[in-house]
């Protein structure tokens, strides 16, 4: 089983709607998780920590099930910048955060 | 907003040559980190550096790789001889605390020939 997986996408999707990504890790000793977005050719850039009660950001909701080891996006009223590779990293308490290949979105006008 | 910053921004080599990127981390962090990515591909952890010395690297980051903190403010990754497929975007980032999150460099683009 990979480290940190995610479903590649893409997900098309259209403006104003709700789009959720999972990310599923493999190490149930793992002790921080965040989620980073990335633009083309662009360094990732922390969108939020995810916390284990759960946290919301704006449109933004993270959400962490430790028992079934993933952590969930939700994104609503989706908007055309919202379209770019979203990141899941996990800290599984040694030195390195381990990043998933990352999901592709695009909002659809 | 204090920044990581990475020069150059692109750098191209020729096979074999050795080159050296540079970082400076954001200046009251203590974990430093390159990651690196293959166009297309996912981010993948090369080297973290911690009290001035190495304290995990990942099997990419072989005898051809080295990291140095010279002088307590820039933050160096030394490839020694390149190969073709270390192409890559090349990334710093640096974290103020364990378990808290990577903030990162706009990245050097490696081109080797």
């Known amino acids: 089983r990979k480290e940190v997986e995610q479903d590649p996408g893409p997900f098309n999707v259209p403006e104003g709607a709700t789009v959720a990504f999972n990310c599923t890790y493999s190490?149930?000793?793992?002790?921080?998780f965040f989620w980073y977005r990335q633009d083309c050719r662009k360094e990732p850039k922390l969108l939020m920590s995810?916390?284990?009660s759960g946290n919301e950001d704006g449109r933004f909701t993270a959400q962490l099930n430790r028992a079934s080891q993933y952590i969930s996006l939700l994104i609503r009223d989706s908007k055309l910048s919202d379209s770019a590779t979203y990141l899941c990293?996990?800290?599984?308490?040694?030195?390195?955060?381990?990043f998933g290949t990352g999901t592709r979105l695009t909002i659809i006008p | 907003e204090p920044e990581v910053t990475q020069t150059p921004s692109h750098q191209v080599t020729q096979m074999g040559q050795e080159v050296i990127l540079r970082c400076v981390p954001i200046?009251?962090?203590?974990?430093f980190y390159w990651y690196r990515q293959i166009l297309g591909q996912k981010v993948e952890f090369l080297v973290s550096?911690?009290?001035?010395?190495?304290?995990?690297k990942s099997e990419i980051f072989d005898d051809q790789f080295s990291v140095e903190r010279p002088d307590g403010s820039n933050f160096t990754l030394k490839i020694r001889s390149t190969k073709l497929e270390d192409s890559a975007m090349y990334f710093c980032?640096?974290?103020?605390?364990?378990?808290?999150?990577?903030?990162f460099g706009n990245g050097t683009r490696l081109t080797v020939t």
């Open positions: 190490n149930s000793a793992s002790q921080s």
């Open positions: 995810v916390y284990s």
């Open positions: 980032a640096s974290i103020t605390s364990w378990g808290s999150p990577l903030h």
């Open positions: 990293v996990v800290h599984f308490g040694n030195e390195k955060l381990t």
């Open positions: 550096f911690y009290n001035n010395e190495i304290s995990e």
């Open positions: 200046s009251n962090h203590l974990y």
